[in-house]
């Protein structure tokens, strides 16, 4: 009898190790699937290089298209910059830059100083569309569909073998 | 190149305190003296193999080295040298290095100065407590290496350390948690060996004791000063936030607390051995899980690391690992042979069993508290609600009133046998006229009197007299006292103290947003507002907007600055509280909103007795220091 007791707070944690694990486990997914398959969300923000100009969802016509989330004051952005702009040169897919909460004259003179790959860049100072899109930070990116739906999110650096491992098979479809 | 020395040395810290987990108890159970090794100079040379990386990624920090992809995502070309030495552990990587030096400090500290004889006993502390630190040194390489390199181009400046980090008291607070968290490891390391070595409960209790107050002495500092920041840097005048994080550090204090009460019985009279074994375990256990909730990302909070569901998957593998294993320990191991001694009902082996199930009670609604909204969510299906400050406010309050009333006359009750309850009566009229006292010192203080907090007032003041007469009642000569009570008496008065600016702080405060113009003033409980300017600064490293306001109450003027700052590499906005400081209050005023031209918004409120919560805080932090320090001179 006495040992059916002492095996009890195994027991408990063992429970309670699991529980744990399957939050973890849950938590994955959520990541992954938070906005995957829905429609682009609405929003209307100004472009990164003109205060006045109002772009919207319908701006973003060009698809599929990478949306990727960026800012100067972000590091690694500067990481995948370069293969951003190889994306661009050899003409695989648009690239949409959603600028995020950052200083204007700033991230024009990087885009000016190691080249542009975006097709235009909306200017998010106070993360509105990114907090409909669920961004952590920069950097985040996108894929859109032709059909304006988001199919995968990659969070952090995209380099080729994210590229070829989440995003390379959608272009395809 | 240096980095990469940091990363070899570290490396080779990993192998070490593996060899020190193993060998140890090969050469115990094989009986081969052959494989034995110095454990007391490995334990030294284990602390040098993790210093000598910490002090390289400091040193990459000061010099501004951006190709290490940790100091470039922490540090900025601007940022003040001594935040680049705070940034050190101001992120996950770095601070998971101060852990393990932590750790290792302990360690050292343990194999010289405990207080048993029994050579294959120590060895095996020492090599269970070179595999928990062997686990973290792996956790760290392969999960969170802090001198990962951005090559072949390294940035030119780094995104600065998160702006509400750069506060003196942020370069002091994760590392009294840490060596809090991190202490715990020698109680569990004692338990287990306990376990194997089937040692005599009085003998290992009194080995445990000193590492136990210790740490829950760090602990409290680490809780107490986490609290001040939130206070003055947060700009809300709140002082604790329920925060899982919060949670996470308070946890195992409770249990730490419950933890060397238990011990104390367990050393005098070899009562609750495995109750004693068991709380080790789970006080290591909740340190790790705190970590784990932290820094997986299943919970989120003001305290934000990097979220990494590997992180988290390692953690919680290290957690299995030594709390599965010590309690599969603990479930085959045969306690028959252990005879209790009896005792009394009210008898002070019963206070403490009293005790420990308050506090332990209490952990594990708060533990529950903490982690139900992900309970929540996952079986409504991603449904979220906060389990907030009302739900641990309701389920501290009965806690807290049993504990306090139990505090005031524990000390009284004797060993083994009935107390005599003579002392209550004239206890009973102390504790009240120190509560009237109290009453009229707070009515002539703030003309007012709020009912809310009456019990917790005298709570306090039944704890103060109840601390407080149980020496006079021992006739201790100076001398005597400061040698045999002045810790427990230092560390129980902490806590009356605790309480009653808990209780005023809660009910006699007032706030109120106001809107002001320059050279305009409002009138706020007995003390009149006056915006004077505002004023532009430059930092090192952000761009305020600060605005000069002066208190007065009739004779006393005084001017506060409050300011909005803008860290210039990361955009990120702070505001700086002004606080006036006296004796029984604090003047709290934080800047709002500019409305518009020179109008600005304000929240200001008047905080007594706020200043008593850390005084308390840093009375029961002391009082334990000396106590488990007092145990280590004995041996």
């Known amino acids: 009898m006495k040992k059916v007791i002492d095996i009890f707070p195994l027991a408990i944690f063992v429970v309670l190790l699991i529980v744990l694990f399957s939050f973890l486990s849950e938590k994955?997914?959520?990541?992954?699937?938070?906005?995957?398959?829905?429609?682009?969300?609405?929003?209307?923000?100004?472009?990164?290089?003109?205060?006045?100009?109002?772009?919207?969802?319908?701006?973003?016509?060009?698809?599929?298209?990478?949306?990727?989330?960026?800012?100067?004051?972000?590091?690694?952005?500067?990481?995948?910059?370069?293969?951003?702009?190889?994306?661009?040169?050899?003409?695989?897919?648009?690239?949409?830059?959603?600028n995020y909460k950052d200083n204007r004259?700033?991230?024009?003179?990087?885009?000016?100083?190691?080249?542009?790959?975006?097709?235009?860049?909306?200017?998010?100072?106070?993360?509105?569309l990114a907090i409909d899109l669920g961004v952590y930070g920069a950097p985040e990116t996108f894929f859109v569909d032709k059909n304006g739906v988001i199919r995968e999110r990659h969070v952090g650096v995209v380099d080729e073998t994210v590229w070829e491992k989440k995003f390379a098979k959608y272009l395809n479809e | 190149m240096i980095p990469e020395i940091g990363h070899i040395i570290l490396i080779s810290h990993l192998v070490l305190s593996f060899m020190g987990g193993i060998l140890p108890l090969a050469a115990i159970y094989s009986k081969n003296d052959f494989l034995s090794i110095p454990t007391k100079k490995l334990s030294v040379f284990l602390f040098f193999l993790i210093l000598v990386p910490f002090l390289v990624l400091i040193y990459s920090f000061l010099i501004d080295d951006f190709s290490v992809a940790y100091v470039s995502q922490n540090s900025n070309i601007n940022l003040p040298n001594y935040y680049k030495l705070a940034a050190t552990w101001g992120a996950h990587e770095g601070s998971l290095l101060l852990w393990i030096l932590a750790m290792n400090g302990w360690l050292i500290a343990y194999m010289f100065f405990n207080n048993s004889k029994d050579k294959d006993y120590i060895s095996t502390v020492f090599s269970i407590s070179c595999?928990?630190?062997?686990?973290?040194?792996?956790?760290?390489?392969?999960?969170?290496?802090?001198?990962?390199r951005i090559l072949p181009i390294p940035p030119l400046s780094g995104a600065d350390l998160n702006p509400s980090l750069q506060d003196i008291a942020f370069t002091v607070h994760p590392p009294l948690l840490y060596f809090g968290y991190s202490g715990l490891m020698i109680p569990f390391a004692i338990s287990v060996a306990a376990m194997l070595f089937s040692k005599d409960t009085k003998e290992w209790a009194s080995n445990s004791r000193p590492w136990t107050l210790m740490s829950c002495s760090f602990l409290t500092l680490g809780i107490a000063l986490g609290s001040w920041w939130a206070y003055y840097e947060l700009g809300w005048g709140g002082w604790w936030f329920w925060d899982?994080?919060?949670?996470?550090?308070?946890?195992?204090?409770?249990?730490?607390?419950?933890?060397?009460?238990?011990?104390?019985?367990?050393?005098?009279?070899?009562?609750?051995g495995k109750w004693s074994i068991l709380l080790s375990i789970f006080a290591f256990a909740t340190s790790l899980l705190g970590t784990f909730l932290v820094r997986s990302g299943i919970l989120t909070s003001v305290h934000a690391?990097?979220?990494?569901?590997?992180?988290?998957?390692?953690?919680?593998?290290?957690?299995?690992?030594?709390?599965?294993?010590?309690?599969?320990?603990?479930?085959?191991?045969?306690?028959?042979?252990?005879?209790?001694?009896?005792?009394?009902?009210?008898?002070?082996?019963?206070?403490?069993?009293?005790?420990?199930?308050?506090?332990?009670?209490?952990?594990?609604?708060?533990?529950?508290?903490?982690?139900?909204?992900?309970?929540?969510?996952?079986?409504?299906?991603?449904?979220?609600?906060?389990?907030?400050a009302p739900y641990f406010e309701v389920i501290l309050f009965p806690f807290a009133l049993a504990l306090g009333l139990l505090q005031g006359f524990a000390l009284y009750l004797s060993w083994g046998t009935s107390s005599s309850f003579k002392f209550l009566p004239r206890l009973l009229i102390e504790s009240v006229s120190i509560f009237v006292l109290i009453l009229i010192i707070l009515f002539i203080l703030f003309d007012n009197l709020h009912l809310t907090s009456f019990a917790t007032i005298f709570l306090s003041s039944w704890i103060l007299m109840g601390t407080l007469q149980i020496n006079k009642n021992k006739n201790l000569n100076y001398w005597r006292f400061l040698r045999k009570r002045a810790a427990v008496t230092f560390a129980h008065s902490g806590m009356a103290i605790l309480t009653l600016g808990v209780a005023v702080v809660s009910s006699y405060s007032i706030e109120k947003e106001i809107i002001l113009a320059p050279d305009d003033s409002v009138e706020f409980g007995n003390q009149t507002i006056l915006f004077k300017n505002t004023e532009d600064i430059m930092g090192p490293n952000y761009f305020s907007k600060s605005a000069t306001m002066s208190f007065s109450d009739g004779s006393n003027i005084s001017d506060v600055l409050t300011e909005k700052r803008t860290y210039s590499p990361s955009g990120q906005l702070t505001t700086e509280a002004g606080i006036k400081t006296e004796i029984f209050q604090d003047l709290y005023i934080s800047m709002g909103d500019n409305l518009e031209a020179d109008i600005w918004s304000f929240k200001v409120q008047i905080k007594p007795f706020i200043r008593w919560i850390w005084l308390g805080a840093l009375m029961i932090a002391i009082g334990s220091l000396l106590a488990g320090i007092k145990r280590v001179r004995k041996t």
């Open chain 2, 305 to 388: 690391f990097a979220l990494d569901p590997e992180r988290g998957l390692f953690i919680l593998g290290i957690l299995a690992f030594f709390i599965i294993g010590s309690l599969f320990i603990y479930s085959i191991k045969d306690f028959e042979n252990e005879t209790t001694p009896s005792y009394e009902l009210t008898s002070k082996e019963f206070g403490f069993l009293l005790n420990n199930l308050l506090l332990v009670v209490l952990a594990v609604s708060i533990l529950f508290g903490t982690i139900f909204p992900l309970i929540y969510e996952a079986i409504t299906d991603g449904k979220q609600i906060s389990v907030g």
């Open chain 2, 244 to 272: 899982p994080v919060e949670n996470a550090a308070f946890i195992p204090w409770l249990l730490s607390v419950a933890l060397f009460h238990s011990l104390i019985a367990s050393e005098n009279r070899g009562v609750y």
């Open chain 2, 131 to 148: 595999q928990v630190i062997f686990a973290f040194s792996l956790f760290t390489l392969f999960t969170s290496n802090p001198f990962e």
């Open chain 1, 105 to 128: 004259t700033k991230a024009l003179s990087l885009l000016e100083r190691d080249g542009d790959p975006y097709e235009f860049s909306i200017y998010d100072f106070e993360g509105r």
């Open chain 1, 28 to 98: 994955d997914d959520q990541l992954e699937t938070a906005l995957v398959d829905s429609d682009f969300p609405d929003f209307s923000l100004s472009a990164l290089s003109n205060d006045n100009k109002t772009l919207t969802k319908g701006d973003i016509s060009k698809l599929p298209a990478l949306i990727n989330v960026w800012a100067t004051w972000c590091i690694a952005c500067r990481v995948e910059h370069p293969f951003l702009m190889q994306l661009k040169n050899e003409s695989v897919l648009t690239i949409y830059g959603l």
